[in-house]
């Protein structure tokens, strides 16, 4: 490994303290990836054998996992993390078309960074957000009923070096290192600017009560 010494240093601080919750090491890989990424902004070569050593794996084993998950970059990401939903619904509601139309904006197809390493650009899949279709994320925070026009608005706000704020919540995006961070468990205090359930997701649960539906048993 090349890490630095005083970064080597909290990696291994930090991994510690991952390793402290699991009664079984190999278990604490996922969140390991994700602090390798945090450092590195991919799953880097260092970032593999670093997390191989923790776990007592091998790397074969650590990179065969890191490629199953399509959260962990095996090349230099982008400060953002730019996806497009195009699944059925999605797609229907015009995702197709954002997609399109960010892709061109950006000149970059999927999982591509643009020359300035802002954004990489991705085509998702669902992200169980069907109720806010079309949808677009962020660094995984959601921006829901998405236009072209607005997802292009978002791009150039990123391009431009201007805050991004999410549908759901009040506080900008993080860029994507520090998001890593947060999905290796390590809390950055904004656990609770979530905006929380909205209409659209309980609309068919208010239907039903007011239909006097019940599941059937």
């Known amino acids: 490994m090349t890490y630095a010494a005083d970064t080597l240093a909290q990696l291994e601080k930090d991994a510690a303290e991952i390793l402290g919750r699991y009664p079984v090491r190999r278990s604490a890989l996922l969140p390991l990836l994700h602090l390798v ?36 970059k095996r090349r230099p990401n982008g400060e953002y993390q730019v996806g497009v939903c195009t699944n059925t619904l999605c797609a229907i509601m015009g995702g197709d078309e954002i997609w399109r139309r960010v892709s061109e904006h950006c000149g970059v197809g999927h999982d591509e960074t643009t020359p300035d390493g802002k954004i990489t650009l991705e085509r998702l899949e669902c992200n169980a ?21 607005r997802a292009l608005r978002v791009v150039d706000d990123i391009l431009e070096g201007r805050d991004v704020v999410p549908t ?18 390590f809390e950055d205090g ?12 309980v609309v068919g649960l208010k239907v039903a009560r007011e239909q006097g539906w019940e599941a059937s048993k």
């Not at 957000?129 to 921006?143: G, K, Q, R, S, T």
């Not at 919540?169 to 468990?185: D, I, Q, T, W, Y």
């Not at 904004?190 to 997701?201: F, K, L, M, S, V």
């Open 37 to 72: 990424q945090s450092v590195d902004g991919y799953v880097s070569p260092d970032g593999i054998a670093f997390c191989a050593t923790q776990v007592e794996l091998t790397s074969a084993e650590v990179s065969a996992v890191a490629t199953f998950y399509t959260q962990y």
């Open 129 to 149: 957000a069907c109720d806010y279709a079309p949808v677009m994320m962020v660094n995984w925070e959601f921006f829901d009923n998405m236009t072209p026009d």
């Open 168 to 185: 759901r919540g009040s506080a900008k995006v993080a860029p994507f290192k520090e998001v890593s961070r947060v999905l290796a468990g």
């Open 190 to 201: 904004r656990a609770d600017e979530d905006q929380g359930i909205g209409e659209p997701t």
